[in-house]
C-alpha cells in the first residue's frame, strides 16, 4: 500500500504514533523482530510423562488440534498418570497460543523445514533465523519424522489429519520440497510437473502398506506414480487423467479399495478430491505404424542396423507381441523410449514419458522381452515398462546394467531374470502391484553386486513364486520368518553370500521344495541341521556346504525319507560323530549321484553300506578317518558299484595289498 519512504502517511497516525516510527519498510522500526512473550515464558519441551484421560499425549494435539489448543485444550490428565493438569498447563502446542507472531512461527509460515529460502537473509541483533530458529535447524527433521511417526498411531483406515506433518517430515528426510505444486496451466487444466519422488515414494509407501492408511496410501501414489493432468468439470470437480504411469495409479486404486475400502484422493497438490477409476481408460492408443517407428528407434539406438531385424514376433493385427535380441551384440544405454516432438514442433518435457511416440512402452501388446547376453549398461527406468500389461517375461541378464532391481516389472510378469549384471540393490516387493505380486513365479538376480540385508529384500515375497535364485551377491543377516509361507516353492538358491545365523526349518511350509542351495557363505550358517529338514519327501539337490554347521548327521529312522535326493553336499562345515549305515538308503538306494562330506570331523569307520551307493560319487577326504585303525570298505577301494571315492588312494585306508 505504502511506496518507499511511506511519504505523505502523516494522517494516518495510531495510538503509537506513525508508520515512519514503527514500519521497517518507511524506515522506521528497531529492524528486530520482537516476540509478544519474553522468550522465558515461551515452552519448548513438553510435560514428560503427561497423557490425557483419553491416553493421548502431546504430539495429538500437535496434529488434531490449533495453536492454543481451542477445542481440546482442557482436557484433564488420566487418573493413571503421574503428572496432572490439563492440555494447557502441559503441552508446548497449547501453552505457546500468544507467540503466534514468535519469528519461528513467521517463518514455519512463510518457508520450508530448514528455512532454505530464507534462513539466512535477514539478520538481527542475535543472529540469522538459521541460528535462532528450531524450525530452521537440521534437528527439525528428526523432529517431523518423530511427530509423524506418533502421530499415525492415531490415524484411522481412511481418516486424515495428519498428512501436513508426515509430508513435512518426508520433505525434510529426503531435502525436497514439502509439497510439489509447481503446475502448468493448459486450458481448463492442470498438469504437474516432477511430482514422482523416488524417496518420498518410499517413505510414504512403507506407511500405507504398513500401516494401511488410505491418506498415506494417498500421498504414496503420487510422488510413486507420478505427474497427471487433471481437469475441472463446471461443476467443480476434478478428472484425473492422461497420467504418466496409468497401470501404477490403477494398482494403487485396487489395492486401498480391496484392502480396506478406501477411495484414492490426490493430496500431494492439495487438490483433495477422490480420483475416477484409472483402470483400463488410460493407454494412449498407438497406430501400426507407430509400432514399426518405435522398434526402429530401439534399433537405432543400440547401434544395430534396422536392416538386421530379426527376433521380432507379432500377432496377426501386426501388433509386436515378442522381442527377442538374445546375444545380438547389442551395446549403449538400455533404451526403455526415447524423445520426440509435439506435432507443433515443440518438445515434450522430460516428465512426460507418457507421450513419447518411441520405445518399449509403447508397445502395449508385448509379452515377452529377451535382451540377455548382450553388452547394454546404465540403469533401467522401470515406471515406462509398468504399461506393458501383457507382458509375462523380462530378461536382461548377462549385460552390464547397474542401480537397481526392480523384479515386479509389470502387471502379469511371470519371469524375470536380471542375474549376470552389476546391479548393486534390489527393491523390496510391494504387495501394492496385486497383480504382478501373484503372478510371479521365477526370479533370478544372481551374480549381481547387491549389498543388502536379507530381510530387506525377502520380508515380503510373492506368494507364488517357484524359484527365486540370488546367488552371488553379498546379501547378508538372517533370513526372515516371511519365508515360512511360501508354498509353491520349488527352488531356493542363495549360495555365495554373507548370510548367517541358524539354519531355518524349510520343509514344514515348502511341501514341493526341490532345490536347496545355501552353500558357501562368508558368515556362515551355524548351528544343527534342523531334524525335519530330513524329513522332506520332495528334495533332489541340498548344498549346505562352506556353512559353519555342527552336530551329527541325524539318527538313521529320518535319513530314508529322502527318497528323492540325487545330490547331499555337507562339506566344508563343522559336523562330527560317526556316518550310519543306513545313508546308503538316501535317494531310495538309487537316485543318489552325489555325496559330498568332506572337510568335516567324522571319525570311527566307513559303513560298507555307503559303498553299495550304485553310480554315486562318495567324498569324504579331510575328516578323522585316518585317525583309525578300521580300513574302508573294500568295495569302496576298487569302486566296484561307485563312480568315484576320493580316499582310494589313501594307503592306511585303502592298502594296495587288498586290491
Request: glycine share 8%; proline share 4%.
Amino acid at each position: 500500500m505504502y511506496e518507499s519512504g511511506c511519504s505523505g502517511t502523516e494522517k494516518w497516525a495510531g495510538n503509537m504514533g506513525l508508520a515512519t516510527d514503527h514500519c521497517c519498510f518507511c524506515g522506521g522500526g528497531s529492524h528486530t523482530l520482537p516476540l509478544t512473550t519474553s522468550s522465558s515464558s515461551i515452552c519448548t519441551e513438553d510435560t514428560q510423562g503427561w497423557y490425557d484421560q483419553r491416553g493421548y499425549d502431546c504430539v495429538w494435539y500437535e496434529v488434531m488440534d490449533g495453536p492454543g489448543c481451542p477445542d481440546y485444550g482442557d482436557q484433564t490428565a488420566h487418573e493413571s498418570s503421574t503428572v496432572k493438569g490439563s492440555a494447557i498447563n502441559h503441552c508446548c502446542h497449547c501453552k505457546n497460543a500468544a507467540v503466534a507472531s514468535n519469528v519461528n512461527v513467521v517463518y514455519q509460515g512463510s518457508d520450508y523445514p530448514g528455512c532454505p529460502k530464507f534462513g539466512t537473509n535477514f539478520t538481527g541483533d542475535k543472529g540469522s533465523a538459521s541460528e535462532n530458529c528450531c524450525y530452521c535447524k537440521d534437528p527439525m527433521c528428526d523432529d517431523f519424522n518423530r511427530k509423524c511417526q506418533k502421530a499415525s498411531n492415531y490415524w484411522q483406515t481412511g481418516y486424515g489429519g495428519t498428512g501436513e506433518l508426515c509430508d513435512k517430515a518426508a520433505s525434510c528426510s529426503c531435502k525436497t520440497d514439502p509439497y510439489k505444486t509447481v503446475t502448468n496451466f493448459v486450458v481448463n487444466s492442470k498438469e504437474t510437473v516432477g511430482l514422482y519422488d523416488e524417496c518420498k515414494c518410499n517413505y510414504w509407501l512403507s506407511l500405507c502398506e504398513d500401516r494401511q492408511v488410505g491418506e498415506a496410501c494417498d500421498y504414496a501414489a503420487e510422488y510413486c506414480c507420478g505427474d497427471k493432468t487433471f481437469l475441472f468439470s463446471d461443476d467443480g470437480s476434478m478428472d484425473f487423467n492422461l497420467r504418466n504411469s496409468p497401470q501404477c495409479y490403477c494398482d494403487f486404486y485396487k489395492y486401498t479399495e480391496n484392502e480396506f475400502g478406501h477411495k484414492l484422493q490426490s493430496r500431494a497438490n492439495n487438490a483433495g478430491k477422490p480420483f475416477l477409476n484409472p483402470c483400463g481408460r488410460a493407454i494412449w492408443p498407438s497406430s501400426t505404424e507407430e509400432r514399426k517407428e518405435s522398434l526402429e528407434a530401439i534399433y537405432n539406438a543400440t547401434n544395430v542396423d534396422h536392416c538386421q531385424w530379426y527376433g521380432i514376433s507379432c500377432d496377426d493385427e501386426g501388433h509386436v507381441t515378442g522381442i527377442d535380441l538374445r546375444d545380438n551384440n547389442l551395446a549403449g544405454k538400455f533404451q526403455v523410449y526415447t524423445r520426440n516432438v509435439y506435432s507443433k514442433g515443440h518438445p515434450i518435457p522430460e516428465s512426460y514419458w507418457y507421450w513419447t511416440k518411441y520405445g518399449l512402452a509403447n508397445l502395449y501388446e508385448l509379452k515377452t522381452i529377451d535382451l540377455a547376453e548382450n553388452k547394454l549398461t546404465g540403469t533401467i527406468e522401470y515406471r515406462p515398462l509398468y504399461n506393458l500389461h501383457e507382458l509375462t517375461h523380462f530378461d536382461v541378464s548377462g549385460n552390464q546394467l547397474s542401480g537397481e532391481v526392480e523384479a515386479l516389472v509389470a502387471p502379469l510378469l511371470k519371469y524375470a531374470d536380471f542375474s549376470n549384471n552389476g546391479f548393486t540393490s534390489m527393491r523390496r516387493f510391494e504387495k501394492y502391484k496385486v497383480r504382478s505380486f501373484q503372478t510371479l513365479r521365477y526370479c533370478d538376480v544372481s551374480n549381481n553386486a547387491f549389498q543388502q540385508n536379507a530381510t530387506g529384500i525377502l520380508e515380503i515375497i510373492p506368494p507364488n513364486i517357484e524359484q527365486f535364485i540370488a546367488s552371488n551377491n553379498q546379501i547378508y543377516g538372517r533370513l526372515p520368518a516371511s519365508l515360512n509361507n511360501l508354498p509353491k516353492l520349488r527352488q531356493f538358491n542363495m549360495a555365495s553370500n554373507a548370510l548367517s545365523g541358524d539354519l531355518p526349518d524349510f520343509t514344514e511350509s515348502f511341501a514341493t521344495l526341490e532345490d536347496l542351495d545355501l552353500s558357501n557363505q562368508m558368515e556362515g550358517f551355524t548351528g544343527p541341521i534342523p531334524e525335519k529338514l530330513w524329513r522332506s519327501l520332495s528334495l533332489k539337490t541340498l548344498h549346505l556346504a562352506g556353512n559353519r554347521l555342527t552336530g551329527t548327521v541325524p539318527v538313521p529312522s529320518l535319513v530314508g525319507n529322502l527318497a528323492v535326493l540325487e545330490v547331499l553336499d555337507l562339506s566344508n562345515n563343522l559336523l562330527k560323530g560317526s556316518l550310519p549305515s543306513e545313508l546308503e538308503l538316501l535317494g531310495g538306494g538309487g537316485s543318489l549321484k552325489h555325496l559330498d562330506l568332506s572337510n568335516n570331523a567324522f571319525t570311527e569307520v566307513i559303513p560298507y553300506q555307503i559303498g553299495q551307493l550304485q553310480g554315486a560319487s562318495v567324498l569324504l577326504k579331510d575328516n578323522r578317518f585316518q585317525n583309525t585303525s578300521t580300513t574302508a570298505p573294500l568295495n569302496l577301494c576298487l569302486e566296484r558299484e561307485v563312480k568315484e571315492f576320493d580316499l582310494a588312494d589313501v594307503t592306511s585306508l585303502c592298502p594296495p595289498e587288498r586290491n
